[in-house]
C-alpha cells in the first residue's frame, strides 16, 4: 500500500511537502508523528502535522528565509526539527541536518562551509554553541529554538521561539492565502531536498546534495521491496544528520504514510523501544552488540536455572532458528524445541528487548560479528545487512528474504548497478546517486565518473550466488612486508566479537607482523570484575589488570587459531598487542561521530605505542593528551605492558584437524 | 568549571553582563531571622544571628565546618527550636517555626545524606512530595475512582513535569536505592519540588559530586530559581560554586555571623578569608 503509487497524480507528488498535502488529504486522522513527553505518547495526525508544518514554513519565509537558503536543524530526534525539514522544503530552503554532539568547531566548519543563514535548534545548550559560533558565521543570522527552558533571559534579538516563527506564519499566511501552496508548487524532483555532511573518515566533512528525487525514488522502491505500509511502527532515535535517519525516519515515512516515534530523550531509547515494539528497526552493528552484551551480563547474573534454559534455547535457537527463519527444512522435534523455547525464552527475551512486533531489521555501517548477527536471526528476527552510503541516499545493496548470510551484504538494491574495478574497488549506479558534493566540484570529480558510476572506496567482489561481499576500505587492505593479504577490518571485527573487547586497531601494511590496539568494554569487563571482588577505580586500572590481560591474550590466541584456518589470511596473525590506557574517544578526535575508527590519526597519535610493539621492547611509554566531559584538556601518561601472543602455523592446523 | 556553564543565564558571548544583582531586583523580604540563638546543653551552636532572605533570590549560607550552616537550616524550618529571636516568614513573626507548618506555607527541603525511600522507585518518591496537597482521604484513594482518580491524574501530571524538568525520565520507574548518588541527589530535589516550594532550602546539594555533576546540579538550581521563581538558600561547600551562583552570601563561623553581602563583598571580607585561611598568630 504505497501512498504515491496508488495516487493516479503519483508522478506529481515528487517533494516531499507534495506527499505531506497529499497525506494529509488521504489519511488526515491517522498519526504521522508520535513524542513521548511527561511519560505519554503524545501524536500528532497527518492533517496537524500538515497545518503545523505550513504555519512553520510561511513563518520562516516572513522571517527572511528565501529558495535556495540553507537552514542548519540541530538537536536530538524531536517532531519539530522533522517538521522544520519539510517547511524548509516547502519553500525552496534546503534543510543541513548537523551532528549535535559534535564540537563548536566542527559545527562551525558545516555552518560556515553551507552558507547556513538559519539555524533550527532543540534547546539551550545548542543555542549557546550556535550563539559562540555565530561570531565566527557571520551569515548565520536567526536562531529559532524548540524547547526554551533556561532561555527565559537571553535577549538577543536573534533568537526566536519555535511559537514565535509559527504566529508570524499564520498571519503571514492569512495576508498571502495562496502563497505556501505556489511555494510548493515552485519545486521539482531535480530540486535539492537535503543537504547532508560526512562525518568523514578522512579530512574535512563534504556536504552531500540530495535531490528530491535521489531521496523519494529510493525510498519508495525500498519500501516496496520490503512491503512497508502505512502500518509500520518506527522510532527515530539516530541523529539526524546521518542520512539512514533521513530515509528510515523521513523518506520511508513520506513515501509509505507510516507513523514516526520519537524518544523521550536519549537516555530511554531503550525503554522506548520496548513500549512502542517498532515493526521495522534499523541499528548499526554496534548497537546491536551492545544489546547482546547487555544480556549475556545480565544472564551472567541470573539465576543458575535461567542461566542454563537460556544457554539451552539458545543453542536450540543457533542449530535450527536460524534455518526456520530461512524457510528451510527442519525436522519436527526441532521445531517443537523451537517452540517451546519461543514460549519459554525468545518470546520473553523479545519482549524486553522491544523486538516483539519486529517484520523487519537492518543494520548497515560496519560488518557485524557472525555470531552477533546469527543471535537475532537464531531468535527470529529478520534481521538483515545492507550496503549503502550518503553518496546513495543508502541503499546500495540489501539482502532479499531468505537469502541472508552474515558474511555478505547482499544484492544489488531496486535500481541499482554495481560492477567491480579491476582495483578491487566496488563501483554503484542508481537513482540515489547524489547531486554534488557542495562547493567541491574536485571532489565530485574524484567520487562520481561523468556517467553516473560512484566509486564506493570499499574492497569487495562478487560471490557465487551474486552476493556481494565487502573486505575492507579499499585503501585499508595493505599487505605485510612478505606480500601477505592484510586485512585489518577484518581482524578488527573478529576480534570485536569477544564480549570483553570493545575496540581493536590493527597494525601491519608494509609491516614484518601484524599487531594490535585493543580497547577493553568497561561495561563487560567491570562487571566480571565486580563479581570476582575485584577493585578498580578507573578504565585505566582495569586495563591493567593481570588477570584482564590473560583472558585479553587468550581472545587473541582464539583469532589467530581461527585465522590460521584461512589460508589468504594465516600470515596476517596478531604477533604482539597491548590494551590500551584509555577508551578511544570521538572528543579526542580518534573515532568519527558514527563511532569508527580512525586508523591513520591513531597510528600517529601513539607513535611511541606502535613502535614499542615493533621494537621488541616488553613495554611501551605513551603521554596522551585527552578531553574531558566539560571540554578541559588533561593529560594521561602510561607505561603499557607489550603482550606476545601465540600464533599458529596453517599445517599445525591441519595436523590438529588430522 | 567553565565559566560559561555556570554563570547566571549568561550565554558566552556575554561574558561582559552585568552581574545578577544589578540586574535582578530583590526588594521583597520573604523570609527574615533576628537575634537567633540556639544551644544545645552548654553548646552554642547559633549566637545572634540576624539575616534576610529576599523573594527570587539565591541565597547560600557559608561556613567551615561546625559553624552552624545546618543548624541554621533546622531553625529555618522547624526541626530545631531557637531560645532566643524571631523568624517571620511572609510578614508572620513567631519564635519558633515547626515543621509542618513550614511545610504546608511552601518551605521544602532537601537533606545533606540524602533521605530518600530507596526501595521505591523515582516516580513514587516524587510523588510522596505531592503528599500535602491531596485532599482524597484514602479511602477515595483506595478506590482509585472518581475524584480521587481525577486528583491523582493531576499530580501525576505536576510530577511529570518535574520529571521532564530535572531530565530524569530514564530512571522513572528505577528504585532509588539502586541509582547513583547525583542523581539521587536530583530526586531529591524533584521531591523538594514537587510540593510547589516559595522557599527551597539545600542542604549540601553538591557534596561528595565530580565535577560533571556539580555542573549539572548548578544549571538545575538556576532554572528552577529562573523558571518557577523559587527562592533559594543553600549550603554549599564548594566555594567556586557558590560565588557562581548565589546572590547574596551569609557567612558563619563558630555560630555567628561573620559576613552578609554578595559574593564580591564576601570574598574580599579580610574576616571570611581568616576564617578559610586561618590566621597566623605571630
Not at chain 1, 519545486?187 to 543537504?195: F, K, L
Request: hydrophobic share 40%.
Amino acid at each position: 500500500m504505497n501512498a504515491a503509487s496508488t495516487n493516479p497524480d503519483a508522478s506529481n507528488l515528487d517533494t516531499f511537502p507534495k506527499l505531506l498535502i497529499e497525506h494529509a488529504r488521504k489519511r488526515g486522522d491517522q498519526p504521522s508523528i508520535r513524542e513521548k513527553q511527561f511519560g505519554i505518547w503524545q501524536a500528532w495526525t497527518w492533517a496537524e502535522v500538515s497545518e503545523e508544518i505550513k504555519a512553520l514554513a510561511c513563518g520562516l519565509a516572513a522571517m527572511g528565509l528565501k529558495r535556495g537558503d540553507k537552514i542548519a536543524i540541530v538537536g536530538d530526534n524531536r517532531p519539530r526539527l522533522y517538521w522544520t525539514m519539510t517547511a524548509a522544503q516547502a519553500i525552496g530552503a534546503v534543510p543541513v541536518p548537523v551532528y549535535q554532539d559534535s564540537v563548536a568547531e566542527e559545527m562551525s566548519y558545516v555552518i560556515e562551509h553551507a552558507e547556513v543563514r538559519f539555524a533550527m535548534v532543540e534547546d539551550q545548550e545548542q543555542v549557546d554553541k550556535l550563539t559562540e559560533i555565530r561570531e565566527s558565521c557571520p551569515r548565520l543570522e536567526r536562531i529559532i529554538y524548540d524547547d526554551k527552558r533556561g532561555l527565559r533571559d537571553y535577549t538577543y534579538d536573534f533568537l526566536s521561539s519555535f511559537e514565535d516563527v509559527q504566529e508570524q506564519g499564520r498571519t503571514y499566511a492569512a495576508a498571502h492565502s495562496d502563497f505556501y501552496e505556489t511555494e510548493i508548487a515552485k519545486s521539482g524532483g531535480s530540486d535539492t531536498a537535503i543537504m547532508l555532511y560526512t562525518s568523514g573518515t578522512t579530512g574535512r566533512p563534504k556536504g552531500v546534495v540530495l535531490s528530491f528525487d535521489n531521496v523519494l525514488q529510493t525510498a519508495k522502491n525500498s519500501a516496496e521491496l520490503e512491503g512497508l505500509t502505512a502500518e509500520e511502527e518506527v522510532l527515530a532515535y539516530l541523529p539526524m544528520a546521518w542520512v539512514g535517519d533521513n530515509i528510515f525516519s523521513f523518506g520511508q515515512s513520506y513515501a509509505a504514510g507510516f507513523c514516526v516515534s520519537c524518544p523521550e530523550s536519549a537516555d530511554t531509547v531503550m525503554h522506548d523501544l520496548r513500549e512502542l515494539g517498532p515493526s521495522y528497526f534499523f541499528a548499526p552493528p554496534r548497537i546491536f552488540e551492545n544489546i547482546l552484551t547487555s544480556v549475556l551480563i545480565r544472564m551472567e547474573d541470573a539465576s543458575s536455572i535461567k542461566r542454563k534454559l537460556f544457554h539451552y534455547f539458545m543453542a536450540v535457537a543457533k542449530r535450527s532458528g536460524i534455518a526456520i527463519l530461512n524457510g528451510e527444512q527442519v525436522s519436527l522435534s526441532e521445531r517443537l524445541l523451537y517452540a517451546l523455547g519461543n514460549i519459554l525464552i525468545y518470546g520473553p527475551l523479545k519482549n524486553v528487548l522491544g523486538f516483539s512486533r519486529i517484520r523487519l531489521a537492518y543494520t548497515a555501517g560496519e560488518a557485524i560479528g557472525p555470531d552477533i548477527f546469527d543471535f537475532y536471526r537464531a531468535l527470529g528476527i529478520n534481521l538483515k545487512q545492507l550496503y549503502g552510503s550518503t553518496e546513495a541516499s543508502v541503499f546500495i545493496t540489501i539482502q532479499p528474504d531468505g537469502e541472508i548470510r552474515a558474511d555478505t551484504v547482499g544484492k544489488p538494491a531496486p535500481g541499482v548497478e554495481i560492477k567491480i574495478e579491476d582495483s578491487g574497488e566496488v563501483m554503484f549506479r542508481g537513482p540515489g546517486v547524489f547531486v554534488e558534493y557542495y562547493k567541491n566540484a574536485e571532489a565530485t570529480a574524484e567520487t562520481k565518473t561523468a556517467d553516473g558510476w560512484v566509486h564506493t572506496g570499499d574492497a569487495g567482489f562478487f560471490n557465487d550466488d551474486g552476493h556481494l561481499k565487502i573486505i575492507d576500505r579499499a585503501k585499508d587492505v595493505g599487505r605485510l612486508q612478505s606480500g601477505e593479504l592484510f586485512a585489518p577490518k577484518y581482524i578488527e571485527n573478529k576480534l570485536k566479537f569477544f564480549p570483553d573487547i570493545k575496540e581493536v586497531v590493527a597494525f601491519g601494511h608494509e609491516r614484518e607482523f601484524c599487531t594490535a590496539f585493543i580497547n577493553i568494554d568497561l561495561t563487560a569487563v567491570g562487571n566480571w570484575a565486580e563479581r570476582n571482588n575485584i577493585a578498580y577505580a578507573s578504565y585505566q586500572e582495569l586495563a591493567e589488570n593481570p588477570d584482564v590481560s590473560k583472558t585479553i591474550t587468550a581472545h587473541v590466541e582464539q583469532v589467530n587459531r581461527d585465522l590460521s584456518e584461512d589460508p589468504n589470511l594465516s600470515g596476517a596473525q596478531i604477533r604482539r598487542f597491548l590494551i590500551l590506557h584509555k577508551e578511544l574517544d570521538a572528543d579526542d578526535g580518534e573515532l568519527t561521530r558514527t563511532q569508527k575508527v580512525r586508523r591513520s590519526f591513531i597510528a600517529d597519535r601513539y607513535k611511541p605505542l606502535v613502535d614499542g610493539l615493533y621494537d621488541g621492547s616488553k613495554t611501551a611509554k605513551i603521554e596522551t593528551e585527552v578531553t574531558f566531559e566539560d571540554g578541559r584538556k588533561g593529560a594521561i601518561r602510561a607505561d603499557l605492558k607489550v603482550i606476545d601472543a601465540q600464533t599458529f602455523d596453517a599445517t599445525e592446523h591441519l595436523k590438529q584437524a588430522s | 568549571m567553565t565559566a560559561a556553564t555556570l554563570e547566571r543565564s549568561a550565554p558566552p558571548a556575554q561574558s561582559e553582563a552585568p552581574t545578577p544583582n544589578a540586574r535582578r531586583n530583590f526588594s521583597e523580604e520573604l523570609l527574615k531571622v533576628e537575634d537567633i540563638s540556639l544551644s544545645f546543653g552548654g553548646v552554642k551552636a547559633l549566637t545572634n544571628i540576624s539575616f534576610d532572605i529576599r523573594k527570587h533570590e539565591i541565597r547560600a549560607i557559608i561556613g567551615p565546618n561546625g559553624a552552624g550552616k545546618s543548624s541554621m537550616l533546622n531553625v529555618i524550618n522547624g526541626f530545631y527550636h531557637p531560645q532566643v529571636g524571631t523568624i517571620t516568614y511572609k510578614g508572620q513573626a513567631r519564635s519558633q517555626m515547626r515543621p509542618h507548618e513550614a511545610a504546608k506555607t511552601g518551605i521544602a527541603r532537601t537533606f545533606q545524606n540524602i533521605a530518600l525511600f530507596k526501595g521505591m522507585s523515582t516516580l513514587d518518591n516524587i510523588m510522596t512530595g505531592r503528599l500535602l496537597k491531596m485532599r482524597r482521604n484514602f479511602l477515595w484513594q483506595a478506590l482509585y475512582w472518581g475524584p480521587a482518580l481525577k486528583e491523582e491524574l493531576e499530580h501525576r501530571e505536576k510530577v511529570e513535569a518535574i520529571i521532564d524538568f530535572l531530565e530524569i525520565q530514564a530512571i522513572r520507574k528505577t528504585p532509588v536505592g539502586r541509582l547513583p548518588y547525583g542523581l539521587q541527589k536530583r530526586v531529591e530535589l524533584g521531591r523538594a519540588l514537587a510540593m510547589d516550594p516559595e522557599l527551597l532550602l539545600l542542604d549540601e546539594p553538591m557534596a561528595g559530586m565530580n565535577v560533571e555533576e556539580k555542573e549539572d546540579m548548578c544549571r538545575f538550581i538556576l532554572d528552577v530559581n529562573d523558571e518557577f521563581g523559587t527562592t533559594i538558600a543553600l549550603i554549599e561547600h564548594d566555594m567556586g560554586v557558590v560565588m557562581d551562583i548565589s546572590d547574596r552570601v551569609v557567612v558563619l563561623d563558630y555560630g555567628r555571623l561573620l559576613a552578609d553581602g554578595t559574593p564580591d563583598e564576601v570574598r574580599a571580607n579580610q574576616q571570611v578569608i581568616d576564617a578559610y585561611l586561618g590566621v597566623s598568630h605571630d
